[in-house]
């Protein structure tokens, strides 16, 4: 696969997103579109790698880089205190961005519609783990809307489309005849709208006094990308039970012996790792 480009559209009010696309599959006619975005500290750059193996799978993979990350529209000052304060409309704002972001890409690749929708389209999203099973994406057209930890906010904000009073009737009508699954991976509590219990004893990098503001990046990439040991894995099941609570997980200490990122060139970690958009998510 020749070397791909970061592309840039430029929405209604100039706001601008970048992204990188595999492309279409060669001679393909059924394939399915997967946007996938980001969490926070680690920009799209994450995945490129998935771009060479979306063909052989009929996929056309979209890597967006979220708002305030790497050539795309960092946040004002207004829409940082609308996230602080947990604002309905910035989160309106944001997904509205997205409709607008994919019926560009829809017009403009003249991406094939969905031709076989397998659940009705309230009931698109899927959550996955390290264990779960595969899920089929692949030659019924449309899109899929990947979502990994903290980007999982923005796809679930996505899908009270119906409900948001920034996208038109014209764009819901358009999206469901594309949109097939929203796949939720490894989502961040704050996502799922969850509270820390009072009496967690698990680290947590933002929320340690002892950091410094200039020392975030360095240690939630390492927090991230660790290694644990939870006392309370199935290996049968290759999960955690059910009856599993948070004393009962390896998450006290703040990184393990051995973290993902320490494989990383300091080109990768300098494209691929974004300290002050993840500040300012975190300090929200």
Same mark, same amino acid.
């Given at each position: 696969?020749?070397?791909?480009?970061?592309?840039?559209?430029?929405?209604?009010?100039?706001?601008?997103?970048?992204?990188?696309?595999?492309?279409?599959?060669?001679?393909?006619?059924?394939?399915?579109?997967?946007?996938?975005?980001?969490?926070?500290?680690?920009?799209?750059?994450?995945?490129?790698?998935?771009?060479?193996?979306?063909?052989?799978?009929?996929?056309?993979?979209?890597?967006?880089?979220?708002?305030?990350?790497?050539?795309?529209?960092?946040?004002?000052?207004?829409?940082?205190?609308?996230?602080?304060?947990?604002? +309905?409309?910035?989160?309106?704002?944001?997904? !509205?961005?997205?409709?607008?972001?994919?019926?560009?890409?829809?017009?403009?690749?003249?991406?094939?519609?969905?031709?076989?929708?397998?659940?009705?389209?309230?009931?698109?999203?899927?959550?996955?783990?390290?264990?779960?099973?595969?899920?089929?994406?692949?030659?019924?057209?449309?899109?899929?809307?990947?979502?990994?930890?903290?980007?999982?906010?923005?796809?679930?904000?996505?899908?009270?489309?119906?409900?948001?009073?920034?996208?038109?009737?014209?764009?819901?009508?358009?999206?469901?005849?594309?949109?097939?699954?929203?796949?939720?991976?490894?989502?961040?509590?704050?996502?799922?709208?969850?509270?820390?219990?009072?009496?967690?004893?698990?680290?947590?990098?933002?929320?340690?006094?002892?950091?410094?503001?200039?020392?975030?990046?360095? +240690?939630?990439?390492?927090?991230?990308?660790?290694?644990?040991?939870?006392?309370?894995?199935?290996?049968?099941?290759?999960?955690?039970?059910?009856?599993?609570?948070?004393?009962?997980?390896?998450?006290?200490?703040?990184?393990?012996?051995?973290?993902?990122?320490?494989?990383?060139?300091?080109?990768?970690?300098?494209?691929?790792?974004?300290?002050?958009? !993840?500040?300012?998510?975190?300090?929200?």
């Amino acid at each position: 696969m020749p070397s791909i480009q970061i592309q840039t559209y430029t929405l209604s009010e100039g706001i601008r997103l970048s992204f990188t696309d595999s492309g279409a599959p060669p001679n393909a006619a059924n394939y399915t579109t997967v946007f996938f975005l980001h969490g926070g500290m680690f920009n799209a750059y994450q995945f490129h790698k998935i771009h060479s193996h979306a063909h052989a799978e009929n996929l056309r993979t979209v890597l967006l880089h979220r708002r305030d990350y790497a050539g795309s529209t960092a946040y004002s000052p207004k829409e940082l205190d609308e996230l602080e304060k947990g604002s +309905v409309l910035f989160w309106e704002r944001l997904s !509205a961005q997205m409709a607008e972001f994919l019926g560009i890409f829809i017009a403009r690749e003249r991406i094939p519609k969905l031709t076989q929708r397998k659940l009705p389209f309230s009931q698109t999203v899927q959550l996955m783990h390290a264990s779960s099973e595969p899920i089929n994406v692949r030659g019924n057209g449309g899109i899929a809307i990947f979502g990994w930890s903290a980007g999982c906010s923005t796809v679930l904000s996505f899908l009270g489309a119906s409900h948001n009073p920034m996208i038109s009737e014209e764009s819901h009508k358009t999206l469901k005849q594309y949109v097939s699954h929203c796949i939720l991976y490894d989502p961040t509590y704050l996502s799922l709208g969850y509270k820390l219990p009072s009496d967690n004893r698990n680290y947590i990098p933002w929320a340690d006094p002892t950091i410094a503001l200039e020392d975030i990046p360095r +240690v939630v990439s390492e927090w991230v990308t660790s290694y644990y040991d939870h006392p309370c894995y199935d290996p049968l099941s290759g999960s955690l039970p059910v009856t599993a609570t948070l004393h009962d997980l390896d998450g006290i200490r703040p990184k393990s012996d051995q973290v993902s990122i320490s494989s990383w060139t300091d080109e990768e970690l300098a494209k691929g790792i974004e300290g002050l958009p !993840a500040r300012n998510e975190m300090l929200a």
